[in-house]
């Protein structure tokens, strides 16, 4: 496949997960306001929100402070703002056009009829009590892109890029979800006055419900690190991601006869550390330590990536 | 000849209905008009559904534009049909024929039937093909030669195109909409089937492949990328051929052969159906800062390892300041008569000629000969006092930049108006592919229509449309049954 298709098939599944993760930590902010709101907390929410969104630099030249309106226009409207719902689209759309011998029909028109959307659209429309709907709009135009991905695409080069894209994405995304409340996550956190914190953390994933599944008893932060973390069963955990992001790259390179290069190695190593990994030794590293090596990890991961099967 | 009335295809000069309309006059008839502004309306989200605009970046409004698509099918008779086509190919192989002689012996500037500073001084001649012969001596594979019609017998040869003509995904694409809009009208017809063009078109181009190519060709259309207008064409036809669309910067030349980069390691490529102009084909061969192209490429085409469709300096054959000249080159070259005339042409650089036509500036279109897409152009009936003025001015300063023609009466074909269904002047471009001795012509074409009332500008720039362009087929019956299976298969399946 022509290295510059790839390229623009992992970033175009990026673009497309980091718009669906944007708008599930904005759902888990507007939620949050509602229940801590009252309690004089809502900006710290907001900013938690800015941080895991790698954007608070970018966020800061532009507005004075953080409000929930700004933080809204900054995560969805600012086109300055390459993370943003709209720019994420644009990108991903843009990505799409160039390479739409690549896709199947299905999905380009779940990208283009939401872009063709998406540019329409007024800025009252995600005001207010109108935030939620477009939220789970987003979200399920994503995950009808993802199905459509994984529905209608041959199990070729093309669809792995595709599915790398969107595992690195999804990794980096729990990663940094993670960490913004790591202080909350903590052995040492107090139960009563965390417990928003920990539901948040879990819905930011998607997560909550699985959480009782998995364990049947009530939340606690340990349990929490874990789930994301360490279990496979989560599909957006740390090493579900990674698992698959392994897979992908091993099912690339058993189709081109086995040639490896250092991103298959530094897969393997991460997934590894995650398979074999005890929670306990996470916690004795300290855990925001170990999401700021994971976040690390996972950037290098992407470069190797590039420089291997792009730019190689 | 402006003041003429406009043949219309479907009601002729006399407003009785001529034999290959009458089923679409009594659609037309049967039709409620809200029906058809409801079916226009469905026909534009298709057409934004499937993502088919074109791109028009830096002139403000929306950068991705819909040309406008009507619904009333253009019809040809098989009849006619058969004598423009046979037109065709007597004018492509002489256009070939003119380039193979122009890059080498010059045959015909001897015999001065070209008069040769028209040639020699001419920018569009590429000195980098002197004395080099293509792979299988075809230089433009892929033309596109723009007719008109003023009379039922009456069409005329309006401009070629032999360099990277576009529009021919239109073509397919309106087949398309028209079969899902219309399916039962279009089974009513005997339809030339028209989707096999990408299939010959991959032929053509497997068959330019250099000598020096052992085994299956590999294809690629190289696109200046997706700020070009035509940037969905080329992904339409990779898409269509099953081939690679690359970008100037997925190529690289090494030892004169040139490969693409993939997740592989590079991998060699043999032809080029190139989609971006000469100037910026390889910086170390003309534009020394074109992004858009391959560094090296010449020297590995005149190496022999690699074909560029069409080849490059195809300008040559169709810069309007030749056109008048191509009848002398059938002649010529064939020993034949020419089957479709060109449309009278005056030479603003030839005096007499410059004097007829500042005289008679409000009865003539005037062009630009190295013009294109409906810019420079004035047409003489239309025009504003001042425009005329300007014209004149800039014809007396540049002589040998402007040429002038007859304001024809250009037929017109009925087409979905604002009030209702009204004539409006078309063109026609049908696609002729050459590869060898053979030449390809799917039946029919772009039919490219004047939206405005009046209007004589068919260019999609300036607001023209398009119309499906159906070749009345008696022999082949089953032939629309065929293509509405296929249409239905590509719906669901391409990708």
Same mark, same amino acid.
């Given at each position: 496949?022509?290295?510059?298709?790839?390229?623009?098939?992992f970033?175009?599944?990026?673009?497309?997960?980091?718009?669906?993760?944007?708008a599930?930590?904005?759902?888990v902010?507007?939620?949050?306001?509602g229940?801590?709101?009252?309690?004089?907390?809502?900006?710290?929410?907001?900013?938690?929100?800015?941080?895991a969104?790698?954007?608070?630099a970018?966020?800061?030249?532009?507005?004075e402070?953080?409000?929930?309106?700004a933080?809204?226009?900054?995560?969805?409207?600012?086109?300055?703002?390459?993370?943003?719902?709209?720019?994420?689209?644009?990108?991903?759309?843009?990505?799409?056009?160039?390479v739409?011998?690549?896709?199947?029909?299905d999905?380009w028109?779940?990208?283009?009829?939401?872009?063709?959307?998406?540019?329409?659209l007024?800025?009252?429309a995600t005001e207010?009590?109108?935030?939620?709907?477009?939220?789970?709009?987003?979200?399920s135009?994503?995950?009808l892109?993802?199905?459509?991905?994984?529905?209608?695409?041959?199990?070729q080069e093309?669809?792995?890029?595709v599915?790398?894209?969107?595992?690195?994405?999804r990794?980096?995304?729990?990663?940094?979800?993670?960490?913004v409340?790591?202080?909350q996550?903590?052995?040492a956190a107090?139960?009563?006055?965390?417990?928003?914190?920990w539901?948040?953390?879990?819905?930011?994933?998607?997560?909550?419900?699985?959480?009782?599944?998995v364990?049947r008893?009530r939340?606690?932060?340990?349990?929490?690190?874990d789930?994301?973390?360490?279990?496979?069963?989560?599909?957006r955990?740390l090493?579900?991601?990674?698992?698959?992001?392994?897979?992908?790259?091993?099912?690339?390179?058993?189709g081109?006869?086995?040639?490896?290069?250092?991103?298959?190695?530094?897969?393997?190593?991460?997934?590894?550390?995650?398979?074999?990994?005890?929670?306990?030794a996470?916690?004795?590293?300290g855990?925001h330590?170990?999401?700021?090596?994971?976040i690390?990890?996972t950037?290098?991961?992407g470069?190797?990536?590039?420089s291997?099967?792009?730019?190689g | 000849?402006?003041?003429?009335?406009?043949?219309?295809?479907?009601s002729?000069?006399d407003?009785?209905?001529?034999?290959?309309?009458?089923?679409?006059?009594?659609?037309?008839?049967?039709?409620?008009?809200?029906?058809?502004?409801?079916?226009?309306?469905?026909a534009e989200?298709l057409f934004?559904?499937?993502g088919?605009?074109?791109?028009?970046?830096?002139?403000?409004?929306?950068?991705?534009?819909?040309?406008?698509?009507?619904l009333?099918?253009r019809?040809?008779?098989?009849s006619?049909?058969?004598?423009?086509?046979?037109?065709?190919?007597?004018?492509?192989?002489?256009?070939?024929?003119?380039?193979?002689?122009?890059y080498?012996?010059q045959?015909?500037?001897?015999?001065?039937?070209?008069?040769?500073?028209?040639?020699?001084?001419?920018?569009?001649?590429?000195?980098?093909?002197?004395?080099?012969v293509?792979?299988?001596?075809?230089?433009?594979?892929i033309?596109?030669?723009?007719?008109?019609?003023?009379?039922?017998?009456?069409? +005329?040869?309006?401009?070629?195109?032999?360099?990277t003509?576009s529009?021919v995904? +239109?073509?397919?694409?309106?087949?398309?909409?028209?079969?899902r809009?219309?399916?039962?009208?279009?089974?009513r017809?005997?339809?030339?089937?028209?989707?096999r063009?990408?299939?010959?078109?991959l032929?053509t181009?497997?068959?330019?492949?250099?000598?020096?190519?052992?085994?299956?060709?590999?294809v690629?259309?190289?696109?200046?990328?997706?700020?070009?207008?035509?940037?969905?064409?080329?992904?339409?036809?990779?898409?269509?051929?099953?081939?690679?669309?690359?970008?100037?910067?997925?190529?690289?030349?090494?030892?004169?052969?040139?490969?693409?980069?993939?997740?592989?390691?590079?991998k060699r490529v043999d032809?080029? +159906?190139?989609?971006?102009?000469?100037?910026?084909?390889?910086?170390?061969?003309?534009?020394?800062d074109?992004?858009?192209?391959?560094?090296?490429l010449m020297?590995?085409?005149?190496a022999?390892?690699v074909?560029?469709?069409?080849?490059?300096?195809?300008?040559?054959?169709?810069d309007?300041?030749?056109?008048?000249?191509?009848?002398?080159?059938?002649?010529f +070259?064939?020993?034949?008569e020419?089957?479709?005339?060109?449309?009278?042409?005056?030479l603003?650089?030839r005096?007499?000629?410059?004097?007829?036509?500042?005289a008679?500036?409000?009865k003539?279109v005037?062009k630009?000969t190295?013009?294109?897409g409906?810019?420079?152009?004035?047409v003489?009936p239309?025009?504003t006092?001042?425009?005329?003025?300007?014209?004149?001015?800039?014809?007396i300063a540049?002589?040998?930049?402007?040429?002038?023609?007859?304001?024809?009466?250009l037929?017109?074909?009925?087409?979905?108006?604002?009030?209702?269904?009204?004539?409006?002047?078309v063109?026609?471009?049908?696609?002729?592919?050459t590869?060898?001795e053979?030449i390809?012509?799917?039946?029919g074409?772009?039919?490219?229509?004047?939206l405005r009332?009046?209007?004589?500008v068919?260019?999609s720039?300036?607001?023209?449309?398009?119309k499906?362009?159906w070749?009345?087929d008696?022999?082949?019956?089953?032939?629309?049954t065929?293509?509405?299976?296929?249409g239905?298969?590509?719906?669901?399946?391409?990708?």
């Amino acid at each position: 496949m022509l290295s510059r298709t790839a390229e623009c098939l992992f970033w175009l599944a990026r673009y497309a997960e980091r718009a669906a993760n944007v708008a599930r930590g904005l759902s888990v902010a507007y939620r949050m306001d509602g229940i801590v709101g009252q309690a004089g907390g809502e900006a710290e929410e907001w900013r938690a929100l800015l941080t895991a969104s790698g954007g608070e630099a970018g966020f800061h030249r532009k507005y004075e402070t953080v409000t929930p309106d700004a933080v809204v226009h900054w995560l969805v409207h600012d086109t300055d703002n390459p993370s943003g719902i709209l720019a994420c689209f644009e990108a991903a759309r843009h990505n799409a056009r160039t390479v739409r011998t690549a896709l199947t029909v299905d999905m380009w028109e779940s990208l283009n009829d939401s872009w063709n959307h998406l540019r329409t659209l007024p800025p009252e429309a995600t005001e207010g009590e109108k935030l939620p709907d477009f939220l789970s709009w987003v979200r399920s135009r994503v995950m009808l892109f993802n199905g459509a991905a994984a529905d209608t695409m041959l199990r070729q080069e093309a669809w792995r890029f595709v599915h790398l894209g969107t595992m690195l994405e999804r990794a980096d995304n729990t990663a940094r979800l993670c960490d913004v409340r790591h202080h909350q996550l903590s052995p040492a956190a107090d139960g009563a006055s965390e417990y928003v914190h920990w539901q948040a953390a879990l819905r930011s994933v998607s997560a909550l419900r699985a959480y009782h599944w998995v364990y049947r008893e009530r939340l606690d932060p340990k349990r929490i690190v874990d789930l994301m973390i360490l279990r496979p069963e989560l599909p957006r955990s740390l090493v579900a991601c990674y698992g698959e992001v392994l897979e992908t790259l091993e099912g690339i390179a058993v189709g081109q006869g086995g040639r490896r290069g250092e991103c298959h190695r530094l897969a393997g190593e991460i997934h590894a550390r995650l398979r074999y990994g005890r929670l306990d030794a996470i916690f004795e590293q300290g855990l925001h330590d170990f999401l700021t090596e994971m976040i690390g990890l996972t950037a290098r991961l992407g470069s190797e990536i590039e420089s291997f099967y792009i730019r190689g | 000849m402006s003041q003429a009335k406009a043949f219309d295809e479907m009601s002729g000069l006399d407003g009785e209905i001529r034999a290959p309309y009458a089923e679409i006059a009594r659609w037309l008839r049967d039709t409620p008009r809200e029906l058809l502004y409801r079916k226009r309306q469905e026909a534009e989200m298709l057409f934004r559904r499937i993502g088919i605009t074109f791109a028009v970046y830096g002139e403000g409004g929306d950068p991705e534009r819909l040309i406008p698509f009507d619904l009333i099918p253009r019809i040809i008779a098989r009849s006619e049909w058969e004598v423009l086509a046979g037109g065709l190919r007597q004018r492509v192989r002489a256009l070939n024929l003119f380039l193979a002689d122009i890059y080498a012996k010059q045959e015909i500037l001897r015999a001065v039937k070209v008069p040769a500073d028209l040639i020699l001084g001419n920018e569009l001649l590429r000195p980098e093909m002197k004395d080099f012969v293509p792979p299988g001596g075809i230089y433009t594979h892929i033309c596109g030669i723009d007719v008109v019609r003023t009379g039922p017998e009456d069409f +005329y040869v309006l401009e070629d195109n032999c360099r990277t003509p576009s529009g021919v995904s +239109y073509m397919l694409e309106n087949r398309e909409a028209m079969l899902r809009l219309f399916p039962r009208l279009c089974a009513r017809h005997r339809l030339a089937p028209i989707s096999r063009y990408p299939e010959e078109l991959l032929t053509t181009l497997k068959a330019a492949a250099p000598a020096s190519c052992k085994g299956e060709p590999t294809v690629v259309i190289l696109t200046p990328g997706p700020y070009n207008s035509a940037y969905y064409e080329h992904c339409f036809l990779a898409d269509e051929m099953g081939v690679e669309v690359v970008e100037g910067a997925d190529l690289f030349v090494q030892e004169k052969v040139v490969y693409m980069r993939t997740t592989a390691g590079p991998k060699r490529v043999d032809v080029i +159906y190139r989609r971006i102009d000469d100037e910026y084909l390889d910086p170390e061969a003309f534009l020394p800062d074109s992004m858009l192209g391959v560094p090296g490429l010449m020297a590995a085409y005149r190496a022999g390892n690699v074909a560029l469709a069409n080849a490059p300096g195809c300008g040559i054959a169709d810069d309007k300041a030749i056109y008048p000249y191509v009848p002398d080159m059938i002649r010529f +070259y064939l020993n034949e008569e020419p089957l479709i005339g060109n449309v009278p042409t005056h030479l603003c650089e030839r005096e007499e000629d410059r004097k007829y036509v500042l005289a008679n500036l409000d009865k003539l279109v005037v062009k630009l000969t190295k013009g294109s897409g409906g810019y420079g152009m004035m047409v003489g009936p239309h025009a504003t006092a001042e425009m005329r003025e300007e014209f004149r001015k800039r014809i007396i300063a540049n002589p040998g930049n402007y040429i002038a023609q007859p304001t024809l009466a250009l037929s017109t074909v009925p087409t979905v108006a604002e009030q209702g269904v009204a004539p409006r002047h078309v063109d026609l471009r049908p696609f002729v592919l050459t590869s060898g001795e053979e030449i390809r012509i799917v039946p029919g074409g772009l039919t490219r229509v004047a939206l405005r009332e009046g209007s004589l500008v068919v260019n999609s720039s300036q607001g023209g449309g398009t119309k499906d362009t159906w070749v009345l087929d008696d022999a082949l019956v089953e032939a629309v049954t065929a293509e509405l299976g296929m249409g239905q298969a590509q719906a669901n399946g391409r990708g």
